[in-house]
């Protein structure tokens, strides 16, 4: 007699789609077959059984000089679960005289006692970090698998420590994840619009071309594959990128890279609307033309670009709106951390651009395999009983009266999914039923994560 069983429900995995019981003993799935016995019986009928959505690019209690990010390590992982994200995966970034592993014990010690569910972290290495790269075997030893390089904003790193910074990655064998924009051609640019009194968040865009966000990429997968690591490039936006990545594909060079739900629903033409609402959905890389969005859609259908994470970084629209006269001091970030996992279903299953199996796979069980999240993203006996029951034909008109992120606006205002999370569960244990998280903030844990 199991502790839990879930019952009558279709299990969809990246690689199969079948009927059968799913068996839970204590934190772990233990065993999936027929007519399998529990202490406690959930059913699914009519319903998918998934591996439960990890998003690996979060920004939860993200400071900046004037705002911080407005979902918290509770909002932020509640929202999530509603959303059928089991785990998250933030960023450390350590103060300049601050070792990395005292850097990730302050940030565990903000999330630890707030989180609803399991998250990891990335240690971001910035300028500071360059001349501390020994320290990268201890931040890796200490479940920082995953290292965060900039090529934009005051943590960019030029070329050389770029170089430097994927070597010393390379020797741990852990895995760079990458912000790539050409830093020096936007800061010309928006220079350049502001001295002429363009302004408005119409130039946000124009002064991050996709070329050049193309030519970062490229220039990244150039020196790691010079150094001889792979790398993962996030948020793309663009189909230059596509092709760029596409072409290292071809070559057999170990890169991946993600898309974002801003790019894949949203167009350029947000921009083009009067302020303040041209302002709120400010984020960078920009959101792109639509022939940039139905490319993103064809390489995700293609496997070009692997995976769906959100980015989420919500800021009000007080925030948002402070500075109405300088586009480029608006906080950039959407939030989007709820709804990936439907919008990915409604407008990516149903709309024929992947099957169900491709879906699992983009919003979880790569993911898992990409981050070095041992226990997570499959449904297989051993594994983290992280499990989502979703209901594939429930209708959710997206609006800030029914997501849940700690922000008075969403960029998917009045979009209607079919297709939603009816029951959420981390390690065995339901965090969500019926669209109420009945989880304890606390319960979630961090995950130490290794290749």
């Keep these: 007699m199991f502790d839990r ?17 799913v068996a839970i003993q204590g934190e772990q799935i233990a065993a999936i077959g027929q007519d399998l016995a529990g202490r406690e019986v959930i059913d699914a009928a009519g319903k998918l059984v998934i591996p439960g959505a990890i998003d690996p690019h979060v920004h939860l209690q993200y400071q900046l000089p004037r705002f911080r990010s407005a979902d918290d390590f509770y909002t932020g992982t509640r929202a999530a679960a509603l959303g059928g994200t089991t785990t998250v995966i933030d960023f450390v970034e350590p103060k300049p005289a601050q070792r990395m592993v005292d850097g990730l014990a302050a940030r565990q010690a903000e999330a630890d006692g707030r989180v609803i569910i399991d998250y990891g972290l990335h240690m971001t290495l910035g300028p500071h970090e360059i001349g501390k790269l020994e320290q990268v075997a201890e931040a890796y030893a200490a479940g920082c698998a995953s290292f965060k390089l900039y090529m934009a904003y005051g943590m960019r790193l030029t070329d050389d420590q770029l170089l430097q910074a994927l070597q010393a990655v390379r020797d741990v064998n ?21 001295a002429v ?29 010079y150094v001889g690591t792979r790398v993962h490039i996030f948020h793309i936006s663009c189909a230059e990128v596509v092709a760029r990545l596409s072409e290292a594909l071809r070559r057999g060079q170990p890169v991946t890279g993600e898309t974002c739900p801003q790019y894949l629903m949203l167009n350029d033409g947000v921009f083009e609307r009067p302020f303040p609402e041209a302002a709120l959905p400010v984020c960078s890389p920009p959101i792109r033309t639509p022939t940039d969005q139905q490319r993103l ?77 041992q226990k997570k993203g499959q449904i297989a006996p051993g594994y983290d009983a992280d499990l989502v029951i979703f209901d594939p034909e ?16 969403t960029p998917y205002e009045g979009v209607t999914v079919t297709g939603w999370p009816a029951i959420t569960l981390s390690r065995g244990e339901v965090v969500v039923q019926d669209g109420e998280c009945v989880a304890q903030p606390g319960r979630g844990k961090f995950i130490k994560r290794e290749f």
């Excluded at 363009?198 to 150039?222: F, I, K, Q």
């Excluded at 429930?394 to 606006?409: I, Q, R």
Aim: hydrophobic content about 40%.
């Design 174 to 194: 852990g895995l760079p994840v990458v912000h790539a924009e050409n830093w020096d051609v936007i800061t010309t640019l928006i220079a350049q619009n502001l």
């Design 394 to 409: 429930k209708e959710v008109t997206l609006s800030t009266e029914t997501l849940h992120e700690n922000v008075d606006w």
């Design 197 to 225: 009194g363009r302004t408005e968040p119409r130039w946000h865009p124009r002064s991050r071309p996709a070329l050049l966000e193309a030519e970062a990429a490229g220039r990244l997968m150039d020196i790691a594959g």
């Design 5 to 21: 069983v879930i019952k009558n429900g279709t299990v969809v995995t990246a690689v199969a789609t079948y009927a059968a019981d």
């Design 297 to 373: 859609w064809r390489a995700l259908g293609q496997d070009v670009v692997s995976i769906v994470t959100t980015d989420h970084c919500p800021f009000t629209r007080a925030e948002k709106t402070a500075v109405p006269d300088d586009y480029s001091q608006i906080p950039g970030g959407v939030p989007g951390i709820e709804a990936r996992l439907s919008l990915l279903y409604s407008f990516g299953v149903r709309a024929g651009h992947f099957s169900a199996n491709r879906w699992v796979d983009m919003s979880s069980t790569r993911i898992a395999q990409l981050f070095g999240l």
